[in-house]
């Protein structure tokens, strides 16, 4: 497995998708924490005011479609080329195949996130000053950001790997991620709606029960974990009290086993052409 892995690198490191997306993650860390910094700082409550951990983690609104166009016209070439097939045939199985792809997309994908959050922390700690969390939470903000970037990567490996086609594999990407984007989106807002405009409450706000699971869908989901790892700091100002930031990691990790899983399995019953 390690010449898989030697051959996959060497490779990524010769991928101008992956510099070229990894020079526009560290060109909007820059810019949003400029942004950030331009609208937010006038306004913010004194209270509250803006620490590191909320702009050197903020790629939370791009990691999940950049990760996907590199991870799929990565892997896709392995099916044009018919590398893969070349792999096969030199006697490679296809767990091996498959959980080196993966690790390379992963390491991607962190990557890109690491683009993002090194360019943000030189722009920004000169401004905002340090980080104001222990070394420990730092740990875990770290590692939850890691495997949240990296159960994108596990899903977009297993799509890529089962479809076996650049185009359409990308697009069911993006359409993934756009779709995981929103649904966290829509959770997000009904924790606002207890009470509608005219001070009545809101007949279609859901009841505790419900609201439980949404509150525990939400942190599930990546693109959920995004933006409440963006706020670790800032807690008032999520809809969602005692969020178990410790479970984070421990749910990241379930969705990378589920989705490699899948893939693993759907992959060995593959037939390649």
């Not at 490996?157 to 993006?174: A, D, E, F, P």
């Not at 989901?221 to 999520?238: I, N």
Request: glycine share 8%.
């Amino acid at each position: 497995m390690s010449n898989l892995l030697s051959a996959y690198f060497s490779r990524l490191w010769r991928e101008k998708i992956f510099w070229i997306a990894l020079a526009f993650m560290g060109g909007c860390g820059i810019f949003f924490t400029v942004i950030q910094h331009i609208t937010q700082q006038p306004y913010r409550d004194p209270a509250y005011p803006i620490t590191p951990e909320e702009f050197c983690f903020n790629f939370h609104q791009l990691i999940g479609v950049v990760s996907a166009i590199v991870c799929c016209l990565f892997l896709g070439r392995e099916f044009q080329d018919g590398v893969l097939r070349n792999k096969l045939i030199a006697g490679y199985p296809r767990w091996k195949i498959y959980l080196s792809g993966f690790l390379a997309n992963a390491a991607a994908s962190v990557l890109l996130a690491l683009g993002y959050s090194l360019t943000a922390c030189l722009c920004g700690m000169p401004v905002f000053g340090g980080f104001v969390i222990s070394p420990g939470e730092m740990l875990l903000l770290i590692l939850s950001c890691v495997l949240y970037v990296t159960v994108y990567a596990s899903l977009f490996t297993m799509i890529q790997m089962l479809t076996g086609s650049q185009v359409v594999s990308l697009v069911l990407c993006i359409v993934l991620t756009l779709g995981l984007y929103v649904s966290s989106e829509v959770i997000f807002n009904l924790f606002y709606e207890p009470v509608a405009w005219d001070g009545i409450s809101n007949p279609n706000y859901p009841g505790d029960t419900v609201l439980g699971y949404l509150e525990m869908l939400y942190q599930f989901l990546p693109t959920g974990q995004g933006v409440l790892l963006t706020r670790y700091t800032q807690p008032s100002y999520v809809p969602i009290e005692n969020v178990s930031y410790g479970l984070l990691p421990c749910y990241s990790a379930v969705l990378i086993a589920l989705t490699t899983g899948a893939g693993l399995w759907g992959f060995s019953k593959k037939q390649l052409h």
